[in-house]
């Protein structure tokens, strides 16, 4: 599966952005999805996640009630919405999928990778 990650960006604090996660050649129906995050320096962090039929979404607690993960199977893409974004939201965004039927929030429970999309957030 190759995945493209697009939509980063630089905004201002509070703001919004939406990312998009396009699977290419081949539909993500069947793959749970995930976007993990990196900022420089740090590691590279678990965001969010939807399951491959959309029945579950889990956050990181610094996200949660800002970001929401969802999924349009028939355009083969998944996305992320960021609202209220801070500063240290700053990183290189990932999405990623898998077939396993739990994941959790390994990034080694996730064979396929996007390449990432930079998102800044200035104050």
């Known amino acids: 599966v190759q995945l493209q990650a697009s939509g980063g960006g630089l905004v201002q604090a509070g703001g919004s952005l939406r990312l998009s996660c396009e699977a290419s050649r081949r539909t993500i129906w069947g793959y749970s999805v995930a976007w993990f995050r990196q900022a420089p320096g740090k590691e590279r962090e678990f965001v969010a996640a939807i399951k491959w039929d959309s029945s579950g979404t889990d956050y990181a607690d610094s996200v949660k009630g800002r970001f929401t993960v969802y999924r349009d199977d028939a355009k083969h893409t998944a996305y992320l919405q960021m609202n209220s974004l801070k500063p240290e939201d700053t990183a290189v965004y990932y999405c990623?999928?898998?077939?396993?039927?739990?994941?959790?929030?390994?990034?080694?429970?996730?064979?396929?990778w996007g390449q990432g999309t930079l998102v800044t957030v200035s104050s």
């Open positions: 990623a999928v898998s077939r396993l039927s739990v994941t959790g929030r390994r990034l080694t429970n996730f064979p396929y």
